[in-house]
């Protein structure tokens, strides 16, 4: 059993940039792949950035990409998601996601989940 616990959401001018953490515990995070999702209002959970359990590979979602980069401390047992130059539709909860071995782009493929952080982007 994985424990996953994001923290750094906040309220965030258009163009400001923050930082989510997510904490884990429980059996070794160095074999857990790595996922962040995130559900605005209204919306589906869409993927936003996923990496391996080295961190040597990482994949963003089209609409993150140059602005948002996901990194892990396996020292620390953490995952990061720093998101820079935000806009209004960067507004949701996100959440973090462990899957073993392999990461993935679908929801379904991740076995664990933290509870979310709110992210909000004012115009």
């Known amino acids: 059993q994985v424990q996953l616990v994001e923290s750094g959401g906040g309220l965030v001018q258009t163009g400001g940039s923050l930082r989510l953490s997510c904490a884990t515990s429980g059996r070794t995070f160095s074999m857990y792949a790595m996922g962040w999702f995130r559900q605005g209002p209204g919306k589906e959970r869409e993927f936003v950035a996923r990496?391996?359990?080295?961190?040597?590979?990482?994949y963003y979602a089209d609409s993150v990409k140059g602005r948002f980069t996901i990194s892990r401390d396996n020292a620390k047992n953490t995952v990061y998601l720093q998101m820079n130059n935000l806009k209004p539709e960067d507004t949701a909860v996100y959440f973090c996601?462990?899957?073993?071995?392999?990461?993935?782009?679908?929801?379904?493929?991740?076995?664990?989940w933290g509870q979310g952080t709110q992210v909000t982007v004012s115009s």
């Open positions: 990496i391996s359990r080295s961190g040597d590979s990482t």
């Open positions: 996601a462990a899957r073993p071995l392999l990461g993935g782009m679908r929801s379904s493929d991740y076995d664990y």
